[in-house]
């Protein structure tokens, strides 16, 4: 069963602190993506990635960075996080072409 | 640039009746269409998704939706609820840029099943 893998379901951060999120995928898949969900905001996309250190803004990349050094591999980075940064973190995988996504199960991020 | 628009926030059922959730999109040329689901705590599982073809899709779980090219809409319907399907369902356009797709989601309805 293809899988993609988030490494934590649950983290709790202090203000100031720089977190990392990984995300690692089996699917030999090209696009990785990363979203936060909120209530009442749907899904909104922070950053994506079509190829092996490539790396696209998306629509609320504010304070966020990520990573790509591995194809299977898909990294966010909050440099400074704050408190508004508290949030339901997703990441996903497809193929190339007009597929759906693979999404992983999620990071409840909380900031403190 | 895609959108989509979920214009239904919550909706409660009773089990055994008949389900409609709407989608409308916006988008320049022939969309590709998705219809997600999310159990509490998880992530987003594939109910179906529309490429070409026949406007009429199956999906997993006994779902369908219908494109409407005319209303811009992707309605997802269900002729059975079961109490299993409570849960928050998400539709989503994407559009080919570059090298990959890219989703673009709604807000999500919120789905109660009354026993």
């Known amino acids: 069963d293809v899988k993609v893998t988030q490494s934590s379901r649950y983290l709790v951060k202090r203000t100031g602190e720089k977190v990392f999120l990984e995300c690692v995928q089996d699917m030999d898949h090209e696009n990785m993506f990363w979203y936060r969900q909120d209530p009442g905001l749907g899904l909104r996309l922070i950053y994506f990635s079509y190829d092996v250190k490539m790396k696209e803004k998306g629509d609320i990349p504010e304070g966020y960075s990520v990573s790509r050094e591995k194809k299977e591999r898909f990294s966010l980075i909050l440099e400074s996080a704050s408190t508004n940064q508290t949030s339901m973190y997703l990441c996903?995988?497809?193929?190339?072409?007009?597929?759906?996504?693979?999404f992983g199960s999620g990071t409840r991020l909380t900031v403190v | 640039a895609q959108s989509v628009t979920q214009p239904d926030i919550h909706i409660t059922v009773s089990e055994g009746a008949s389900l409609e959730l709407r989608c409308n999109y916006s988008y320049g040329a022939t969309p590709y269409l998705f219809w997600y689901v999310q159990s509490p705590g998880q992530g987003l599982q594939l109910l179906l998704k529309?490429?070409?073809?026949?406007?009429l899709v199956q999906g997993i779980k006994g779902f369908e939706a219908e494109f409407k090219r005319s209303q811009s809409s992707f309605n997802l319907r269900k002729p059975s609820v079961h109490w299993s399907d409570a849960a928050e369902y998400f539709c989503?356009?994407?559009?080919?840029?570059?090298?990959?797709?890219?989703?673009?989601f709604g807000t999500g309805t919120q789905l109660k099943v009354e026993l």
């Open positions: 989503a356009v994407g559009a080919l840029t570059g090298g990959g797709n890219k989703l673009t």
């Open positions: 996903a995988s497809s193929d190339r072409g007009p597929y759906g996504y693979t």
């Open positions: 529309y490429f070409s073809g026949d406007t």
